[in-house]
């Protein structure tokens, strides 16, 4: 089934080169082509910036959750619902129970947050998310990495280890995430 509504994390930088920015445009220019709705975390700039912009500017609808604090790093004439949340543990679980699924850019500690909140939530039994890694370059290979070992020495089952989707073609990810 096709999910609708993606909660995409990622970087508030764009990293090094142009590449991993050039990967937030062309996300967020699928996901308006295959009308689906962005919910993201509110931030204009980095890869947040970069995939909230290309939605819009295809036409696709823009959700922000945001929190109080980061007025200035927010685009309002390109976001269709805005929330304003009180902290960052709100906003994830707000971005969390907006979405269908998840789909997570190259970042740096926050998006890894989001990464493990999303899994162990759904481990738990509180949610029911997909979460999608755009793997490009090899970006994820040592969480993957990381993941395989903890199934191999008995942390987790099978179950939870198909839990992370990884993917190089924001299509092949967006199709394996409707399976789910």
């Given at each position: ?87 960052v543990q709100q906003r994830k679980r707000r ?48 969480l993957l990495q990381l993941a395989d070992t ?11 280890r198909a839990l992370l989707i990884a993917r ?13």
């Amino acid at each position: 089934m096709k999910k609708q509504t993606i909660a995409v994390f990622c970087g508030s930088r764009c990293g090094k080169g142009e590449a991993y920015r050039m990967l937030a445009r062309q996300v967020g220019e699928t996901l308006a082509a295959d009308g689906r709705t962005l919910v993201f975390g509110g931030c204009d700039t980095g890869l947040m910036g970069a995939v909230s912009r290309a939605v819009y500017e295809k036409g696709g609808k823009v959700i922000s959750v945001r929190i109080k604090g980061l007025e200035d790093a927010y685009a309002p004439e390109i976001i269709a619902e805005d929330e304003l949340l009180l902290n960052v543990q709100q906003r994830k679980r707000r971005l969390i129970e907006r979405a269908d699924a998840c789909l997570v850019l190259p970042g740096g500690f926050g998006t890894l947050d989001e990464i493990g909140d999303v899994l162990s939530m759904t481990q738990l039994g509180d949610i029911k998310r997909p979460i999608g890694l755009m793997n490009v370059n090899g970006f994820f290979d040592g969480l993957l990495q990381l993941a395989d070992t903890m199934l191999q020495e008995g942390f987790m089952g099978e179950k939870d280890r198909a839990l992370l989707i990884a993917r190089e073609n924001t299509n092949d990810l967006l199709l394996a995430l409707d399976e789910v």
